[in-house]
């Protein structure tokens, strides 16, 4: 992520605070990606020295002042102004994470040997949110290849309890 991505979340991050509204901002951020996702040569064309930055501005506008406020709008329209629209992407990440850090909030990714169960999931949720006294959401996911056990990524830290780890370890302990 630049500097500049960085600069800009944390404005809008800012101003979505005062106005207490940084869930509603965060959910038009993700609709704004979303109609770049589905409209191929949008962020291009906003990015575009080719096309006046005037209508640049407008056609932005005018597709999306009835799907978000004039908060993102005016966001979109700095973006757009200063040459960062192409890191749009960039800025939500980072207004997420700002989001998440503001209300406790983290997503553990668990990746284990087999499906877990709704029961398991909910005792690892449990244990996790007790651990780190926080809000978390699990993604979980299968790798067959770590033969058991789970494998649990949360902000960045990594806690490997699988058996392909633990049997690593022992390999690595023999060889020495």
Request: with cysteine; hydrophobic share 40%; aromatic share 4%.
């Given at each position: 992520?630049?500097?500049?991505?960085?600069?800009?979340?944390?404005?809008l991050f800012?101003l979505?605070?005062?106005?207490?509204?940084e869930e509603?901002v965060?959910?038009?951020?993700k609709?704004?990606?979303s109609?770049?996702?589905?409209t191929?040569g949008?962020?291009?064309t906003?990015a575009?020295?080719a096309?006046?930055?005037?209508?640049r501005l407008?056609l932005?506008?005018?597709s999306l002042?009835?799907q978000?406020?004039q908060?993102?709008?005016?966001f979109?329209?700095?973006?757009?102004?200063?040459?960062?629209?192409?890191?749009?992407?960039?800025?939500?990440?980072?207004y997420?994470?700002m989001?998440n850090?503001?209300?406790?909030l983290?997503?553990?990714k668990v990746?284990s040997?087999?499906?877990?169960?709704?029961?398991e999931?909910?005792k690892?949720?449990?244990?996790?949110?007790?651990k780190l006294?926080?809000?978390?959401?699990?993604?979980?996911?299968?790798?067959?290849t770590l033969?058991?056990?789970l494998?649990?990524?949360?902000?960045?830290?990594?806690?490997?309890?699988?058996?392909?780890?633990?049997?690593?370890?022992?390999?690595?302990?023999?060889?020495?």
């Amino acid at each position: 992520m630049t500097n500049l991505s960085k600069e800009f979340s944390a404005a809008l991050f800012d101003l979505a605070m005062d106005e207490k509204r940084e869930e509603e901002v965060l959910e038009e951020l993700k609709l704004v990606k979303s109609v770049f996702d589905v409209t191929p040569g949008a962020l291009s064309t906003l990015a575009s020295p080719a096309i006046p930055r005037t209508e640049r501005l407008a056609l932005m506008e005018s597709s999306l002042k009835d799907q978000v406020s004039q908060t993102v709008i005016s966001f979109l329209a700095v973006l757009i102004s200063r040459g960062g629209i192409r890191n749009f992407d960039d800025c939500l990440k980072g207004y997420e994470e700002m989001y998440n850090s503001a209300k406790k909030l983290s997503t553990a990714k668990v990746v284990s040997a087999v499906e877990l169960t709704d029961a398991e999931k909910e005792k690892l949720l449990s244990q996790l949110e007790k651990k780190l006294g926080r809000t978390i959401y699990l993604e979980c996911s299968v790798d067959e290849t770590l033969l058991g056990g789970l494998k649990v990524e949360v902000d960045g830290k990594v806690m490997d309890g699988s058996l392909k780890h633990r049997l690593q370890q022992i390999k690595e302990v023999m060889n020495a």
